[in-house]
């Protein structure tokens, strides 16, 4: 239980806090490839114990205003997928009684080994919606070594600013097919935890 509330306290919103940390602990340097577009590693952090964060970003973007990015979020827990889900639906249904636009959706793989939830956030500023985020993670308890799990969650974000959240919302119905269907064909990376 203690391990549950710990993931719902670090793995709130994805909106990201930028420091100059990037050591790369889970074997995973890239670039990484999806929606046509490679990522680089741009920033990393280890929150605590068993939270690892590395974030990616196609060349020319950065942290404060990009439109797309990879992270990859690894729980080093023995948690099924199922339960981490249960953490972020809960945290979603929380967030949409503030969030005008906040919406998700669960989908499970045919073997109910891995779940992708797909979630549109926003964010306001003098009232006014200013930041809209389109999210899909996939979760999959995997083993990272000496008999070890661990949650990872594979996460691809999109985001749109201001004038461009209207167009960014009206292609939402084609771009989330895209982007699921993107997900669900994509290899997750191989993870190897380095405590260098």
Request: hydrophobic share 40%.
């Amino acid at each position: 239980m203690k391990q549950l509330l710990l993931i719902l306290s670090i793995f709130l919103f994805s909106f990201t806090f930028v420091s100059d940390n990037t050591i790369e602990r889970l074997s995973v340097k890239g670039p990484l490839k999806f929606n046509k577009s490679k990522f680089e590693l741009v920033w990393t952090d280890k929150p605590n114990d068993i939270y690892y964060i590395q974030e990616y970003l196609p060349k020319g973007e950065n942290l404060e205003s990009f439109n797309q990015m990879l992270t990859i979020h690894l729980f080093a827990t023995d948690l099924e997928a199922e339960q981490a889900v249960a953490q972020k639906v809960k945290e979603l249904a929380k967030r949409k009684q503030t969030d005008e636009l906040c919406n998700y959706q669960v989908n499970e793989s045919p073997d109910g080994k891995e779940f992708i939830v797909d979630f549109i956030l926003s964010d306001k500023k003098n009232d006014k919606i200013a930041i809209v985020e389109f999210n899909v993670y996939r979760y999959k308890q995997i083993e990272t070594g000496a008999d070890k799990k661990a949650i990872l969650v594979y996460a691809y974000s999109s985001r749109s600013y201001g004038d461009n959240i209207i167009p960014f919302l009206k292609n939402l119905k084609t771009d989330r097919t895209h982007y699921l269907k993107e997900m669900i064909a994509a290899d997750l990376p191989s993870i190897k935890i380095n405590e260098n």
